[in-house]
């Protein structure tokens, strides 16, 4: 009965949508038929899926070369989908200034980021559910659970379908305003994605696990990963925090326990060679971001870290530091594409990048159609392409599952060894804590952007000062020094703007050219 | 000034070098700058062109005061271009920037960008 209903309220696709989705399909054809059917990789090849080495413990180059073409055809593959349920509700619509907008069923042509991540998503949530030993995957049939979540009906119930691409739209038109049929950026679907994980709706089984995104535009601050991943400290009954110095340096003993006093005698368990100690005294001393005694585990992470290393393409040298990013092992791949389609990086052939490309058109799933082994089987890719690295658009998101603090001890101990090596061709900036020319920046600065609460917040402010700022956008002349010693600069709208009056009542502009320039 | 015409094309070399000798003058601890939306995003317009900024401030900073400009979501980024094409990371320091990337006529030319969006029309 239901159902018949909601047949009813949906509209056939016209002409032009079909015509769309077979060019969108033999497009997609035609691309593979270019990859040659020989084996993808010599022998001697590095090659990489999703932070494993495929290369690592294995006898011989056949059991190697099935072992990439198994993986790959199990990861989730999502793409665009037709028919399904028009995208926004009334509401959402009524609340559109075009109310023209044809009603979107089917996200050919503009949806493949969304598709991109999606799939992302789904190869982080598998790795949580296996990584805790809450999913045994011995065949596909067992990622049922996960595939559900991404299901293109999400009417039977509010809980049903978590990560839709129906409540995708109405979070990206809320948040974005961004409307189906709109493209969107690598950290809009991530930003969106994780809002829906971790405020809305979890799948079982990845309730402990939490989503962090971030931008290589702003510092990168460990301080956040502990604050996120940790329980709220129970002897300082505050958020955690990194420990002091002391606490953290790396001792060379390594026969000393922990037991007495975690400060003095941390255990260092890489280092076995005392070739490699010294090395590590030339430097500056390593540190620990992970404090056993203070830092308690509470959620797992992923962790998207969207990055942008050029203009078209990336610049080369940042583009072999983010392949090194996207080997190590706690990494998922690279959320990305070529410039206008997104794909989905999975791993790497030497400098080919092996994808998952969501530009194919299939039929919508539903609860009831799922059920079908055939309509299952469209979310598994039997095409293995590969695409040049240097010809990657330059916008992409680095992604990570860090499933506990000792895999967070690694991964900062991995980044902050980039760091230290490749100097200034490292593209981002990571700290342990915010760096003090961020202070006074007021929320903007915080680069913890999967927080709807602080996102609000801040938006409010930014509107606030936009106003402020439109009130005095007039004068030609401004001089703000609003800057102190440390070369901090504050953000305290009210007494810049006191200062730029008072300055520009004293004092007189003696040059003319000076009235283009804003001085700061 | 044309929206669309960039600042460095709508005056000779010789005047460029004047207007940036004079300003230096009076501003000597400030690094003149061209701020521009770089041709490929699709970011607004900023309203100022030209920057006097404190020599000791960082990439980061310039980035906020431009961030402050226009309404931008906080989840969406801005990265700052010198000469159209070499990122600027956030912690550089806006005098080590100008020394290896000033142009012949004394200003620095940066250009602000967004990250690509992805999608495609048969």
Partial sequence: ?520 | MDSNKRYKDSLSEDQRKSECENIRKNYPDKIPLIIEKHPKSKLEQIDRTKFLILEKLRVYQVNTIIRRKMSLNKVDALYLFVNDNILLRGDQCLKDVYEKYKDSDGFIYLSYCEYSSFGKNV
């Avoid at chain 1, 702003?218 to 110095?245: T, W, Y």
Wanted: aromatic content about 10%; overall charge negative.
């Fill in chain 1, 1 to 520: 009965m239901e159902d018949s209903k909601l047949e009813e309220q949906k509209r056939e696709q016209t002409f032009m949508e079909k015509m769309h989705d077979l060019g969108t399909n033999f497009l997609f054809n035609v691309s593979s038929w270019s990859f040659k059917s020989s084996s993808p990789f010599k022998k001697e090849d590095t090659v990489y899926m999703q932070g494993r080495n495929m290369n690592e413990n294995k006898e011989t180059y056949e059991k190697n070369y099935k072992e990439v073409l198994d993986t790959f055809h199990n990861i989730i593959w999502i793409t665009y989908r037709k028919n399904f349920p028009a995208l926004l509700n009334m509401i959402d619509k009524a609340n559109l200034k075009n109310q023209k907008m044809s009603e979107y069923i089917s996200d050919t042509g503009w949806g493949c980021m969304v598709r991109v991540g999606q799939m992302a998503f789904a190869e982080g949530l598998r790795r949580h559910l296996v990584e805790n030993k809450k999913l045994v995957v011995k065949k596909k049939e067992d990622l049922r659970v996960i595939i559900e979540g991404f299901l293109d009906d999400d009417q039977k119930c509010i809980d049903f379908a978590p990560y839709s691409i129906q409540k995708i739209s109405k979070i990206a038109l809320s948040d974005f305003n961004l409307l189906p049929g709109e493209w969107y950026t690598p950290i809009r679907i991530c930003y969106i994605l994780g809002l829906l994980h971790n405020e809305r709706k979890a799948i079982q089984g990845t309730e402990d696990l939490k989503v962090a995104v971030f931008s290589s535009s702003r510092p990168i601050v460990f301080q956040d990963f502990l604050e996120r991943m940790c329980k709220v400290d129970p002897l300082r009954g505050k958020h955690a925090k990194i420990c002091s110095n002391e606490c953290r340096i790396i001792k060379n003993d390594q026969k000393s326990k922990l037991e007495q006093d975690h400060h003095k005698n941390i255990k260092l368990e890489k280092q076995t060679s005392n070739s490699e100690i010294l090395v590590v005294q030339e430097e500056a001393p390593k540190m620990r971001l992970v404090c056993p005694i203070h830092h308690e585990l509470q959620y797992s992470m992923i962790v998207y870290i969207v990055c942008l290393i050029g203009l078209d393409t990336p610049q080369p040298e940042y583009l072999e530091l983010a392949k090194k990013m996207m080997d190590f092992k706690y990494s998922l791949g690279l959320i990305g594409g070529k410039p206008k389609k997104a794909l989905y990086f999975v791993g790497r052939i030497e400098d080919e990048f092996i994808y998952l490309d969501p530009h194919y058109v299939q039929e919508f799933s539903n609860e009831k159609n799922f059920q079908n082994s055939s309509q299952f089987e469209t979310y598994f890719c039997k095409k293995f392409q590969t695409y040049p690295s240097k010809n990657i658009d330059s916008s992409f998101s680095l992604m990570y599952y860090l499933k506990d603090l000792e895999q967070l001890e690694e991964f900062y101990q991995f980044m902050m060894g980039l760091k230290r090596d490749y100097n200034e061709h490292f593209f981002m900036m990571m700290e342990d804590t915010q760096p003090s020319f961020c202070f006074g920046d007021g929320q903007e600065s915080s680069n913890l952007i999967s927080d709807k609460n602080l996102n609000i917040l801040a938006d409010n402010q930014s509107k606030k000062r936009q106003k402020e700022q439109m009130n005095h956008a007039h004068q030609n002349f401004e001089e703000v020094d609003d800057i102190d010693e440390n070369g901090n600069y504050i953000n305290n709208n009210k007494n810049s703007q006191k200062n730029v009056k008072d300055k520009n009542n004293t004092k007189k502009v003696e040059d003319d050219d000076d009235e283009d320039y804003e001085v700061i």
